[in-house]
Structure formats: structure tokens, C-alpha cells
């Protein structure tokens, strides 16, 4: 079953991309947003680097712009894609906003927007049987210099029964 729509930033459009699995966010999703910041972010100022060409090819990603004083006033806590994604995903009921970096996310909590992170992605395709295991992503992730905490790595793999695989 898909949810609504998510509203992309950029980390997490990076990583995916690394790791071959975009297209899941079209498989869980009905909508997949991002605003012009992130697109300008992964794809132009990010040419030549991990994500900048597949995020360009993605026919269903739609770029949306939000408000624009709604994503100045959280740009003072949040870098400009993310705030931009946080202001999309404020005006849009019932999405949910996809963020990585933990002050986005505590930023996007205080104003009760659901969130969730690569990792929570992961987690959602594996109980949907989109992919069959977790760890090899995050292991490819790391090698990729992704960052992740070690306490939501072992959070993830353990509620998807792979504790054994870290």
C-alpha cells in the first residue's frame, strides 16, 4: 500500500541513488516531491557527483515550490532544501517528509510534519517485500561515506530481524 506524497531533501535523494534504490520511493509513495532547492542542489550543483544524473532522469519526480515565507523563516534553522522541503511538506496534507540530518527532522517534528529518513525507507520497502534484506544497503552506504548513527542502524536492522547481519 502507498502513502500520499513525500517531499524529498536531498541527502536522502543521494543516497538511494548510491545505493540503486530511487525507484522505491515511486513504489511506496503515490507522489514524490522536491523542491527547487534540492533539485538545484542534487542536480546542478551536484553535477558529476553520486545521485546528480538519476535524480535527473526521474520522470516522476515533480518539483514543487513552496511558499516562499514560509521556507525563509525555517531557513534560519535548516540549510535552504531543507527548509524548502519542510515549508512543501507543511502545506500538503498528510505528507510526509523525507530528511536525513537530525536538526531537520527535530525542526520538522516541532511543527508536526511526519518525517522519515533513508534508513525508515529501507525499513518500509523491506516490510512491503520491495527488498529483501537492509544490511547490505547500509553497509554499501557507509562505504560511500554516508553517515549514520550506530544506535538507528541496529534500531532499523533489529526491527527488520537482520541484527545478526552488522
Known amino acids: 500500500m502507498t502513502s500520499p506524497v513525500v517531499v524529498a531533501d536531498s541527502g536522502p535523494l543521494i543516497?538511494?541513488?548510491?545505493?540503486?534504490?530511487?525507484?522505491?520511493?515511486?513504489?511506496?509513495?503515490?507522489?514524490?516531491?522536491?523542491?527547487?532547492?534540492?533539485?538545484?542542489e542534487v542536480t546542478v550543483r551536484g553535477l558529476g557527483l553520486p545521485g546528480a544524473h538519476?535524480?535527473?532522469?526521474?520522470?516522476?519526480?515533480?518539483i514543487?515550490?513552496?511558499?516562499?515565507?514560509?521556507w525563509q523563516a525555517l531557513a534560519i534553522l535548516v540549510d535552504?532544501?531543507?527548509?524548502?522541503?519542510?515549508?512543501?511538506?507543511?502545506?500538503?496534507p498528510d505528507s510526509t517528509v523525507?530528511?536525513?540530518?537530525?536538526?531537520a527532522r527535530r525542526v520538522a517534528e516541532r511543527f508536526g510534519i511526519r518525517r522519515i529518513g533513508t534508513l525508515g525507507i529501507l525499513r518500509r520497502a523491506k516490510n512491503a517485500g520491495l527488498v529483501e534484506q537492509?544490511?547490505?544497503?547500509?553497509?554499501?552506504?557507509?562505504e560511500n561515506g554516508i553517515y549514520m548513527r550506530q544506535s538507528l542502524?541496529?534500531?532499523?536492522?533489529?526491527?527488520?530481524?537482520?541484527?545478526?547481519?552488522l
Do not use: N
Request: charged residues 25%; proline residues 7%.
Open 64 to 70: 514543487k515550490a513552496p511558499e516562499t515565507p514560509l
Open 15 to 40: 543516497a538511494l541513488s548510491i545505493i540503486g534504490q530511487l525507484d522505491l520511493l515511486r513504489r511506496l509513495y503515490g507522489q514524490v516531491l522536491a523542491p527547487p532547492a534540492v533539485w538545484e
Open 54 to 62: 538519476e535524480v535527473s532522469q526521474l520522470p516522476w519526480l515533480e
Open 134 to 142: 537492509v544490511g547490505p544497503f547500509v553497509k554499501q552506504l557507509r
Open 153 to 165: 542502524v541496529e534500531a532499523v536492522l533489529s526491527d527488520v530481524g537482520e541484527m545478526d547481519g
Open 98 to 103: 523525507l530528511l536525513d540530518d537530525a536538526r
Open 80 to 92: 535552504r532544501g531543507e527548509a524548502e522541503a519542510i515549508a512543501l511538506a507543511q502545506t500538503i
